[in-house]
Antibody, heavy 119, light 108 residues
Framework: QVQLVQSGSEVKKPGSSVKVSCQAS????????ITWVRQAPGQGLEWVGG????????TYAQKFQGRVTISADESTSTAYMDLSSLTSEDTAVYFC????????????WGQGTLVTVSS | EIIVTQSPATLSVSPGQRATLSCRAS??????LAWYQQKPGQAPRLLIY???TRATGIPARFSGSGSGTEFTLTISSLQSEDVAVYYC??????????FGGGSKVEIK
């Protein structure tokens, strides 16, 4: 059974950066894409980007290009999302999620990490 | 970018009655559409993929239909535990992967 466990809540100042981790257990880590999705308070789901660890292939939503870095450490089965130049609009719950097959729908989700940006 | 639009925003349904949710894509996504259920404070849960295939462990009262640009999620007999927000997501043409704005299902 695949499980994704994310790092804990963060409170950050505007202009700073945050790095959220997502550790996978069960299944083969490298072969399947992991994606990051965020949800602002009371809002819907927004795709941030994703990575296929085996190929170190990364794709970002254009909205976050230049501000987000997604990486993976195969030795620890952990994916990371690093978001910089934070503003209050980045306050959200950030979820990692993993595909089940070659198609990009997500059967496995982390518990979410609340990132609060406040001065 | 493919825009995904869901309707209605909120649906109130009596227990045991049918709930029908709609999802429309701005261009064809073939059958590459998924549905998720999200309860407060929880991560989304995959219900349907490939427009009509139920994910593992999903009750048979949930069904999906459609292809191209028009899709429907039906809950045949609403249970109290089905109160949630439902999202559709297209994965045919990306980046970006895109989600609809969500439909909230309430008990009448």
């Amino acid at each position: 059974q695949v499980q994704l466990v994310q790092s804990g809540s963060e409170v950050k100042k505007p202009g700073s950066s945050v790095k959220v981790s997502c550790q996978a257990s069960g299944g083969t880590f490298s072969n399947y894409a992991i994606t990051w999705v965020r949800q602002a308070p009371g809002q819907g789901l927004e795709w941030v980007g994703g990575i296929i660890p085996l190929f170190n292939s990364v794709t970002y939503a254009q909205k976050f290009q230049g501000r987000v870095t997604i990486s993976a450490d195969e030795s620890t089965s952990t994916a990371y999302m690093d978001l910089s130049s934070l503003t209050s609009e980045d306050t959200a719950v950030y979820f990692c999620a993993r595909v089940t097959s070659g198609s990009y729908y997500f059967n496995y989700w982390g518990q979410g990490t609340l990132v609060t940006v406040s001065s | 970018e493919i825009i995904v639009t869901q309707s209605p925003a909120t649906l109130s349904v009596s227990p045991g009655q049918r709930a029908t949710l709609s999802c429309r894509a701005s261009q064809s996504v073939n059958s590459n559409l998924a549905w998720y259920q999200q309860k407060p404070g929880q991560a989304p849960r995959l219900l349907i993929y490939g427009a009509s295939t139920r994910a593992t462990g999903i009750p048979a009262r949930f069904s999906g239909s459609g292809s191209g640009t028009e899709f429907t999620l039906t809950i045949s007999s609403l249970q109290s535990e089905d109160v949630a927000v439902y999202y559709c997501q297209q994965y045919n043409n990306w980046p970006p992967l895109t989600f609809g704005g969500g439909s909230k299902v309430e008990i009448k």
